[in-house]
């Protein structure tokens, strides 16, 4: 039986482009208000706009994920503009194109900080709201198809949304009998600034490695829009599944990779090989 969403209320992390924008307005549209989070204004303005547009109610919430006192904030802020808190979406998150033996500590440490521990510690607060207020509640954490094998130079990236992927798998039974779902998203290719931005924290130019926002060595065949990733969301939220996974094909093929490893580990092999060009590892860097 599908849940009904409209008067219930989500906050969005990470919401001012990509797939959060797009999760925002998908929620919109399913008649939820949204308490839209992000560090430009401007850009969540806009989002904004949008979600009212297809009907939906919103509130912004201008910080960074990292800040703890952003994560309180921005519940209170679903509480104080729309009575409470139904639904949490921790979607902020980035990525780095680097060997892991490159990467300095700062980098690593700081890739955990938002995709990792910011995302659960939005969950923690919110679960323990719910359990308080003996309140029912839905989170979901933005994990990734690479949370199930990792990809050459991504190794860290895959590394975090892994461990949500994990954690929030355990709190799903944790959480169960307070009448709270814990779900995780798992997007392949998706068509946003996501890997422009990538490429530019790693060294590389805009656009040096990639068009439309798709990284030239993604097969064309697993790259989605956003939008795409916004509906399966709006469908996990009513349905309350595990895992919301937005190809079946990707999905069986990390299936394979646990059963088969060496058929994962010659799968990277040749991804390796393809891009060990613009990767180079020498002793002196770190």
């Given at each position: 039986m599908m849940k009904e969403l409209a008067g219930k209320t989500i906050v969005v992390t990470g919401a001012s482009s990509g797939i959060g924008a797009a999760t925002a307005v998908a929620c919109g549209a399913a008649g939820m208000n949204v308490v839209l989070g992000g560090r430009r204004l401007d850009r969540l303005q806009q989002v904004a706009q949008k979600v009212e547009a297809v009907g939906g109610a919103t509130s912004l919430v201008i910080g960074d994920v990292r800040d703890r006192f952003n994560t309180t904030e921005l519940l209170d802020q679903a509480v104080s503009s729309f009575g409470g808190v139904d639904c949490v979406f921790a979607n902020a998150g980035y990525s780095m194109e680097k060997s892991f033996v490159t990467m300095s500590e700062d980098e690593l440490r700081g890739m955990f900080e938002t995709n990792f521990f910011a995302s659960v510690a939005l969950a923690r607060e919110a679960a323990l709201r719910w359990i308080e207020s003996d309140r029912g509640g839905h989170v979901i954490l933005c994990s990734s198809c690479v949370s199930k094998f990792p990809l050459p130079f991504q190794g860290v990236y895959?590394?975090?949304k892994g461990a949500q992927a994990l954690v929030a798998r355990a709190m799903r039974h944790e959480l169960s009998p307070f009448g709270i779902q814990v779900s995780t998203v798992h997007p392949i290719t998706t068509r946003t600034e996501f890997f422009d931005r990538s490429?530019?924290?790693?060294?590389?130019r805009r656009g040096e490695f990639g068009r439309d926002g798709?990284?030239?060595?993604?097969?064309?065949?697993f790259v989605q829009s956003p939008e795409r990733v916004a509906n399966a969301v709006v469908r996990g939220l009513q349905s309350s599944r595990s895992e919301i996974w937005t190809s079946w094909i990707v999905r069986m093929a990390s299936a394979l990779f646990t059963v088969f490893p060496r058929l994962q580990d010659l799968v990277m092999h040749r991804q390796a090989a393809a891009e060990r060009g613009r990767h180079r590892i020498r002793r002196s860097d770190g």
């Open positions: 895959a590394a975090t490429a530019e924290r790693s060294g590389f798709v990284p030239d060595h993604a097969p064309r065949l």
